[in-house]
């Protein structure tokens, strides 16, 4: 039977490649056409890598940070890849995800990519998604609702976040050469964080 783990980035993997004309048609609008190509072809990579029987989850994020990283062409691959090997490194050793490990989760990843992109909200990336997301995450959490409900809330968090970057002009990567162009245009890469935590979701649902 496969791992928690093996199926959790199975769930994601599908979600990507099922939305990958959707993510190259926004990343048209604004960036280099790519974008759904690019992570498509990624989590074919990833799911080539793993072994259904892997359970370790820090491990299983290393290589698929790893496998993103080496994959995954323009900013994404190196964001995203250094995303998971931060995710990897909080929940190295473990086999199973508990709220709190899911807060870590959340935060690792995040100064991983404001790290490696020099990036904060506002600036129309992922972390517009992302970051709202982990708030409302911890906040829930905080107020004692458990994992799944804490995390419907996230997403819900982070779909807000998507619809806001339609609102505000890029400053980051190809998107900032457009300007004022930009706005009305949801990122790509806010797009794709949201599916990745619905996938999340939909994994822990179906549990």
Known sequence: ????????????????????????????????????????????????????????????????????????????????????????????GKTEVNSDDMKLIFESAIAGIQKRGKAVKGEKTMLD?????????????????NLISALESACESAREGVEFTKTIIATKGRASYLGERSIGHQDPGATSATLTLEAILNYMKAK
Request: net charge negative.
């Open 129 to 145: 998604a992302l970051i709202p997301a982990s708030e409302k995450y911890s906040q829930k959490i905080s107020e004692g609702e």
């Open 1 to 92: 039977m496969p791992s928690g783990i093996y199926e959790c980035i199975s769930k994601i993997s599908d979600k990507i490649i099922e939305n990958k004309d959707f993510l190259t048609e926004l990343d048209r609008e604004i960036g280099d056409s790519d974008h759904g190509i690019n992570m498509a072809r990624g989590f074919q990579a990833v799911m080539e890598k793993l072994s259904p029987d892997e359970s370790d989850i820090g491990a299983v994020l290393k290589k698929v940070g790893m496998t993103l990283l080496s994959k995954v062409g323009g900013a994404s691959g190196p964001l995203y890849g250094t995303a998971y090997m931060e995710a990897g490194k909080v929940m190295a």
